[in-house]
């Protein structure tokens, strides 16, 4: 006679036959975490708006498929600049946009917007927020927009918090990343 893990017996005597399986559990997310933006799609123009050309605010962003996991978001945006100019001196990646322990429950972060999560400095001395890009030369430049699904709130201070800062606080906390490009090109 066979035994089996669901099988109810008194005596010997098979009284119900089931399989026994972990719970389903409503909460796992299995959609990919996406970032996006309203005002453009991935590889897309950066609307002048969102330019020192322009107004010179934020785009909006979304998040979608967020691991059920997470505890805060991040989001950094960032560009690889092109050759340094006379006097200038080489400060890595410029950062337009630090942002971080925003809420979990955030679908949309509104253009211009300064009040879902913290803000930290962007490449422009210790400025806190936005700062526009502002490229100079000729030809498209290309930015990156990274959002990062965290197990832990950082709860770092704004002023000092810069891409290198916040990306030593994320080790060992990313659930999940995902990111889009957007192009600008200054005439």
Do not use: W
């Amino acid at each position: 006679m066979h035994r089996r893990a669901g099988d109810l017996r008194i005596d010997n005597t098979i009284l119900l036959r089931t399989t026994i399986q972990a719970p389903k559990s409503s909460a796992v997310n299995t959609q990919p975490f996406v970032v996006g933006s309203p005002d453009f799609a991935d590889g897309g123009l950066l609307a002048k708006d969102h330019t020192c050309d322009g107004l010179g605010i934020s785009p909006a962003i979304t998040f979608s498929g967020v691991p059920s996991n997470t505890v805060s978001l991040a989001l950094i945006m960032d560009t690889i600049p092109g050759p340094l100019r006379p006097g200038e001196v080489d400060i890595g990646n410029h950062f337009y946009l630090i942002l971080y322990d925003i809420p979990p429950s955030t679908k949309l972060i509104p253009a211009g917007s300064t009040t879902i999560g913290t803000l930290g400095e962007n490449f422009q001395g210790k400025k806190l927020g936005y700062t526009p890009p502002c490229s100079q030369g000729s030809g498209a430049k290309i930015y990156t927009i990274a959002a990062f699904a965290l197990n832990a709130r950082l709860d770092l201070k704004g002023t000092g918090t810069t891409e290198k800062v916040l990306l030593s606080a994320m080790e060992g906390k990313v659930i999940s990343k995902s990111e889009i490009k957007v192009r600008y090109n200054r005439i």
